[in-house]
């Protein structure tokens, strides 16, 4: 894909909002595992920070992440349907690849061992 493709102003918002949805959904499903570890969460996973930074409990700090990546996800989804309109075949590809990878993370993260919980946080919908 040509350079003026790639760095058009619409694919870049569309490919750092992926990357947000992707981090913010394993934040999500991790937190359970990576707080009860003696990683240090504090610096690693935004419901951590999100609870230092307002110093709220891990149940608020849980929603406002959750509600952030689904404010994000809302946007994403706005967003994409202009951005195919005029695509190409390469443009497609990488906006099929960007989507495959934000509901493959969310598939992955329900399924692994990694994160067994037995709570779906069902918020990479899209």
């Not at 040509?2 to 499903?29: E, H, K, Q």
């Not at 930074?53 to 994000?72: F, I, M, N, Y």
Request: aromatic share 10%; charged share 25%.
């Amino acid at each position: 894909m040509p350079d003026s493709r790639y760095f058009d102003p619409v694919i870049v918002r569309l490919s750092t909002m992926a990357a947000n949805l992707v981090d913010w959904c394993n934040d999500l499903y991790s937190y359970r595992r990576e707080s009860s570890s003696q990683e240090s969460i504090v610096v690693h996973n935004l419901v951590a920070v999100v609870a230092s930074e307002r110093r709220c409990s891990r149940q608020a700090a849980l929603g406002a992440v959750r509600r952030t990546h689904d404010e994000e996800l809302a946007a994403y989804s706005s967003l994409l349907p202009s951005a195919y309109r005029h695509a190409d075949t390469p443009l497609r590809r990488y906006l099929d690849g960007l989507g495959m990878w934000v509901t493959g993370n969310e598939a992955w993260s329900v399924d692994t061992a990694r994160y067994k919980t037995g709570e779906r946080f069902t918020i990479c919908e899209g």
